[in-house]
């Protein structure tokens, strides 16, 4: 569907005050800027900022980039014949050829991370999601495949993936911290990707393979 006029001026609105709100973070400290700050340099209104944003972390991580339903929702739009370790390694793969911005491979993003990790906030913020993440996958593994309750192969799949996931933003982290460029930093975490997936083992990398939808009558 073709965004209207509306949702794109509300997109940009959105983006605007995520991107003010980040630079103030950024130039003096998370903790140190109030909603009322970061709505005045936006140029728009106290209550505006709380329509698009709950929190002051959803400024920072807003939910629809660092969903707690990220890892669940590869694995549900995987095509058929594909597993769900498979999924994750295309997309992240995918994202890191991209540059793409989830992943913080863009320039500048180092004093982002700096930001973040001196905000306690933050910092619990994205581990609660870690774990989230892991535990929406590993429901949505059990629910596919049919798996009983005691099952605990969902669950021990689901945190592979999830602490695989975890080790490309760890290893981003801290090459940008380092001070390495978004493309060094692609390169590495492609051989991350590579080396992980050689380590899996083929129950990981056949485990929950997507079979072909039935045609309809």
Known sequence: MTEGLRERKKRRTRQRISEVATGLFVDR?????????VAAAAEVS?????????????????????????????????????????????RLRDEVRRRDRVLG?????????EMMLAAP???????????????????????????SPDDPLPRVVAWHLGC???????????RTAAGESPDTIAEA?????????????????TYAVRK?????E
């Open 121 to 147: 906030t933050l910092t619990a913020r994205l581990g609660d999601l870690g774990r989230q993440m892991t535990d929406a996958l590993a429901d949505a593994l059990a629910e596919e495949t049919g798996a």
């Open 46 to 90: 106290v209550n505006t900022v709380y329509n698009y944003f709950e929190t002051k972390e959803d400024l920072v991580l807003p939910p629809d980039e660092a969903s707690p339903r990220r890892l669940a929702d590869i694995v549900r739009d995987r095509p058929p014949g594909e597993s769900a370790a498979g999924a994750v390694l295309t």
């Open 164 to 174: 695989l996931h975890s080790l490309v933003y760890t290893e981003i982290g801290g």
């Open 212 to 216: 072909d939808r039935p045609c309809s």
């Open 105 to 113: 491979l863009t320039e500048g993003f180092g004093r982002v991370l």
């Open 189 to 205: 975490v492609l051989d991350l990707l590579d080396a992980a997936e050689s380590l899996l083992g083929e129950r990981a990398l």
């Open 29 to 37: 400290g998370f903790e140190h800027v109030t909603i009322a700050e």
